[in-house]
């Protein structure tokens, strides 16, 4: 028996922490509204005008124009208002990418994030595939920075095909294709596939090589002196960092100079030349600041904290872990706080603290899961074994000349095995995608059952008989976008819960129509959760939102809630709370039975068994949990249904 729902509530740290941010946007927002008007200099003014009125398609041509301002925010703020004004997509989505960059290196994710969506949805407006790939491809970047892999690594692909689908493609198309090569290396590089990345890079690479792009040349080479230090080739992957580093020293590209110094601090900490290594990294450290990227900053202190435990240098080396931790935990770097607290193990290690050390390398091992689970390498794996397989039978076929007739027919026999095993694979997994296709579209039909449909166009319609005009078109766009994001998200296996809630709140408004807009419905997500980069199965909501407004509300009188509650734990869950307080279970259920008619929900049945399918990629299940609510003398005041979902 419960009598109330308690929720989480923040520590008056973490309150005040999320008030700076929250007014620190706020007043940011209010001046960038402002830039149209002040601080923007009548020169730059003219060169706005110019491009909008000779509109250019390409990136390039409006780079060219404004690359030494793409960096101001304020300039591109200016940029982005003025094109939007004057209906000029291709410059609103270039400033709004633009704008996305600069917060992207700002370590403001959340906020990149929002100005890339916008971006790419003004570009498909536009129909501008350069664009569109453009901001498919910073999408993923900021995903990948936030480690959240599949959704980066969905958006790189996606900007890929897209690029490689046009026929002649000029530098702009083939630029994109570069950028999502490079993308896909480095999310296959997070997850230890070495070899696989280093072929993307080299592929980028070799591109860039034809497009004579320094910059991407540079990129590349530090990236796959990553892949080289992590598999031990330490003399390649030194190569690889003084190459890179001199195409950045050519171009001037601090960021770049940083990493490779980062890099190479790394190699010698591996030979045994901490001290060197320390003397880079300050030289590393000091620069990162200046350039307010906390990714880069964090990196930084921690290698710092490394090398300086390699010279029993214990207590430097403890304030610089534990300062690279405390950024990589603010702006949630998953692989920062691993590394870190990897280190912090070593640290404690080297002291003879093994009890602490112990406790961080838990930590590190529980941190590097939520990146190298089995849901981020289902990919890889597929890569994995159509390319042995195909190794196995071909290196097969060339040896069969040359083998005895034993080994021949050992070849054969374990060429076949690899076939067979190959094709229950694939069976399996082809059994499971006719699965999820059929719960798809069982879900789909039951969210536009066409009860529902009447109903809501019938609830319109009234409005619109009574000549309350406003609230009719109110209404009607709602229902419109409805329909859509329904539509849309069907065709998703999963999608951020930031749309999920969006989805729902839209149901909601719709069905309060029918409820004379009694109803009080309320979403609360927890402080320490980011609904952008938490992904469930799609359309999973509603079924409950459903009984609980026609099973638990439609037949109370008085006050009328629905709750919905997202909060998460330290397993690998997050939980969705859904809550009203309607008549109850048991007498919802009496009054189903005196129904002559009585329909059967399948909703919440398709949506376990949706649930069930998704969790396989992961270590723990889903679970729903049913909790009848009582007050003190034990009268029903409502029902809650809690889904648990992994995340890991």
């Known amino acids: 028996m419960q009598s109330q729902i308690t929720y989480k509530t923040p520590t008056p740290s973490t309150c005040s922490k999320h008030l700076v941010r929250f007014f620190t946007f706020f007043f940011l927002s209010l001046f960038l509204q402002s830039a149209s008007s002040q601080s923007v200099p009548a020169h730059f003014k003219k060169t706005v005008d110019s491009l909008i009125e000779s509109a250019p398609k390409r990136y390039s041509e409006i780079h060219g124009s404004i690359a030494n301002r793409s960096n101001d925010t304020l300039l591109m703020a200016y940029f982005a208002d003025a094109a939007a004004q004057r209906n000029y997509l291709d410059g609103q989505t270039y400033a709004l990418n633009q704008l996305g960059r600069r917060y992207r290196f700002l370590s403001k994710f959340n906020k990149a994030l929002t100005l890339h969506k916008d971006a790419l949805e003004i570009a498909k407006k536009a129909d501008n595939i350069e664009f569109k790939v453009f901001s498919l491809n910073m999408i993923a970047v900021v995903y990948r920075r936030i480690d959240a892999i599949t959704a980066a690594l969905d958006h790189n692909q996606q900007a890929l095909e897209l690029a490689q689908s046009v026929e002649k493609p000029d530098i702009g198309i083939k630029r994109g294709i570069n950028i999502s090569l490079n993308g896909i290396g480095n999310i296959y590089r997070k997850l230890a596939q070495y070899d696989l990345a280093i072929e993307q890079f080299k592929r980028a690479m070799k591109l860039e090589e034809a497009l004579d792009n320094k910059l991407g040349l540079a990129i590349n080479h530090q990236n796959i002196g990553e892949c ?13 960092y003084d190459r890179s580093m001199a195409y950045n020293l050519e171009l001037d590209n601090i960021r770049g100079q940083i990493f490779c110094k980062n890099g190479i601090a790394h190699v010698y900490i591996h030979e045994g030349r901490a001290d060197e290594a320390v003397a880079i990294l300050e030289q590393a450290l000091k620069a990162s600041e200046g350039l307010g990227n906390k990714s880069i900053v964090s990196s930084v202190h921690i290698t710092m904290g490394w090398a300086l435990t390699e010279l029993e240098r214990y207590e430097e080396a403890e304030d610089h872990l534990l300062e690279g931790l405390s950024i990589a935990e603010e702006y949630n770097f998953i692989s920062g706080i691993a590394e870190a607290y990897t280190f912090l193990s070593d640290l404690y290690t080297a002291q003879g603290d093994y009890q602490k050390a112990l406790v961080f390398y838990k930590l590190a091992l529980s941190f590097q899961s939520k990146v190298r689970n089995n849901k981020n390498i289902r990919y890889v794996y597929d890569m994995i074994i159509k390319k042995d397989s195909q190794e ?59 009860h529902f449909l009447f109903n809501s166009l019938n609830s319109i319609k009234l409005y619109i008989i009574n000549n309350e005009q406003k609230n009719a078109v109110h209404y009607l766009n709602k229902f419109s ?9 069907s065709s998703m296996r999963e999608i951020p819960l930031a749309e999920e809630l969006e989805t729902v709140e839209l149901y909601m408004n719709i069905e309060n129509i029918r409820f004379s807009n009694e109803i009080d419905f309320r979403v609360r997500v927890d402080d320490d959760i980011d609904p952008h980069t938490i992904k469930i199965p799609s359309l999973i909501l509603q079924p409950f939102l459903e009984n609980a407004l026609w099973h638990g509300l439609s037949s109370k009188t008085g006050e009328k809630k629905i709750g919905l509650h997202v909060s998460k734990d330290h397993n690998d869950f997050i939980h969705i709370a859904i809550t009203d307080n309607g008549i109850g279970r048991a007498a919802a259920e009496k009054i189903k039975q005196n129904k002559v008619l009585k329909r059967k929900s399948v909703g919440i049945e398709i949506t376990k068994e949706r649930l069930k399918n998704f969790s396989k990629d992961f270590q723990n299940s889903f679970d729903v949990e049913f909790v009848d609510l009582y007050d003190a003398d034990e009268n029903s005041i409502g029902t809650k249904v809690v889904l648990h979902i992994p995340t890991a």
């Open 228 to 240: 080289q230090e992590a598999q031990g080739n330490l003399k390649e992957a030194l190569e690889s």
């Open 392 to 450: 196995v039978i071909s290196n097969f076929q060339q040896d069969a000349h040359k083998k005895n007739t034993t080994l021949l027919i050992s070849g054969i026999v374990l060429a076949l095995l690899a076939g067979i095993f190959y094709i229950l694979y694939r069976q399996y997994q082809l059994k499971n995608d006719k699965k999820l296709l059929t719960l798809e579209q069982s879900m789909l039909r039951s969210q536009m059952n066409p």
């Open 481 to 489: 976008k409805l329909v859509r994001k329904i539509l849309e998200s």
